[in-house]
């Protein structure tokens, strides 16, 4: 099993430039930062320059023959992320520049819509500021009651508090799958079954999943979902939002412009039909067309085929840093949540988390440090930042060996020179 997996990675190593190459001064590099962004395979580099090369036209819009292979790119990418996590129709599919857009779109067109004084929203306390601060605002303009949902000592969520926070009064509770510092799954299934036995609503924050898990949105019954391509092996600028048709149908338009409507006059307009009445502008074509190619590309390679591999690497990751005296893992162990994320977020008492990551940067390991937009937890903690390693299924055991011996180099240091 674990050489059929390490063959895996191996393969798909070659798809990857960057794997292939190293840096730009073609040092070894090995990157750890997964959960912050992916790295893009030549599958979805080349699609981008297709477009850009032989396709380039705006899309919906024109008679000509550019045009009309423009749109049907566009639109195959629709259909490609509507297969990929299960959605009854491809018009459920929403194009945003990113997942944090897509929240806001809820928080904008439904929120403003649906909520008035009084309503409460529950979220978590380890949500990204991006499934934060729209709710603040949306508050602030309403009158809606936001609440917080606490986590265990193990670090998950603690259903037991969810359930004694769930009221009459809920209008909807937007959590994140899998977080992006605790790495914690959250029971998505078990809590929607909660939320809406209340008459409330769900949205999922999906970022830290979609590329390691499959996920089918029916299934798990949810209203809202929330991806961002970047996160997917696709390119940046691009995301989705998906609901189901007759609560997009219920949302006005969130912006208004070109493409979103079907007949303006000098002092009214008519909106267009799903998907595009939310989607005002020209959008992000070779984005959107990109972000396809990699749906594709995730595809092929198998989503339990990752998940397998990723968890045995995370596995392997998190023995060996318990081995290293002095640091604190935050979040379950894998042991406990098999299906927690591909990612150890730590800290190391008395040394900062930024001063680790820039000594393994010296040796061209690439990990995350700070915060992680996630403030509020890290107070919950009280920790100012924590290091973040977070893997893929392009992660191999020899780059956890590497890690390992140079973090632990770069601990010693840290502490005889402190």
Known sequence: MANKQQTLAEITRRDFPLFRNGSNNQKK????????????????IEALKNY???????????????????TEAFEEAREITASFIGASLPKEILFTRNATEAINIVARSWGDKELQEGDEILLSLMEHHSNLVPWQQLSQRTGCILRHVGITQSGELDLADLQRKLSPRTRLVSLVHISNTLGCCNPIS???????????????????????????????????????????????????LWAREEILENMPPFLGGGEMIQEVFLDKSTWAELPH??????????????????????????????????????????????????????????????????????????????DIAELLDANGICIRSGHHCCQPLHRY??????????????????????????LTSAINFLKNNS
């Open 277 to 354: 009445k939310f989607e005002a502008g020209t959008p992000a074509v070779g984005e959107a067309i990109g972000m396809g190619e990699a749906l594709k590309y995730l595809k092929k390679i198998g989503l339990e085929n990752i998940h397998s591999w990723e968890k045995n690497i995370t596995e392997y990751l998190f023995e060996n840093l318990n081995s290293i005296n002095g640091v604190r893992i935050f979040g379950p162990k894998p042991e406990r949540q098999p299906k927690r994320g591909s990612l150890a977020t730590f800290s190391v008492e008395g040394i900062h988390a930024n």
């Open 190 to 240: 078990e809590i929607t079954e909660m939320v809406h036995s209340y008459g409330a609503m769900i949205l999922i924050d999906a970022c830290q999943s979609l590329a390691h898990t499959p996920i089918n949105v029916q299934a798990l019954n949810i209203d809202f979902l929330a991806g961002s391509s970047h996160k997917l092996c696709g390119p940046t600028g691009a995301g989705f």
């Open 29 to 44: 590099l090995i990157y750890l930062d997964h959960a912050a962004t992916s790295q893009k395979p030549s599958q979805v």
């Open 52 to 70: 850009y090369s032989y396709n380039n036209a705006n899309v919906h819009r024109g008679a000509h023959q550019l045009s009309a292979r423009a």
């Open 381 to 406: 903690y009280k920790i100012n930042a924590t290091a973040r390693a977070s893997i893929s299924f392009t992660s191999t055991i020899n780059e956890i060996d590497f890690f390992i011996e140079e």
